[in-house]
């Protein structure tokens, strides 16, 4: 504080520009997490309907598998 005393307007001033500094860093910190959690989000969504879709191809073939095994009465 300066020799004014606590209602020093400059001093408040300097303040509340210090603070809003802080804060829109840390928003533009948040910013790029968020955009990077997005990001994986989609990557994970990706990779989640590739492993369903592989799922229902391997549970057709071994279908088949299973239909072949019976029609030769192995079943």
């Known amino acids: 504080m300066s020799d004014k005393?606590?209602?020093?307007?400059?001093?408040q001033l300097r303040i509340e520009k210090q603070r809003n500094e802080f804060l829109h860093k840390h928003?533009?910190?948040?910013?790029?997490?968020?955009r990077d959690l997005r990001y994986q989000v989609g990557y994970l969504k990706t990779q989640l309907k590739e492993t369903k879709d592989d799922n229902r191809r391997l549970?057709?073939?071994?279908?088949?598998?299973?239909?072949?095994?019976?029609?030769?009465?192995?079943l």
Not at 59 to 74: F, L, M
């Open 5 to 11: 005393g606590p209602n020093d307007l400059e001093e």
């Open 27 to 34: 928003v533009d910190k948040l910013e790029d997490e968020l």
């Open 59 to 74: 549970v057709s073939q071994i279908e088949d598998q299973i239909k072949q095994y019976r029609n030769k009465g192995v």
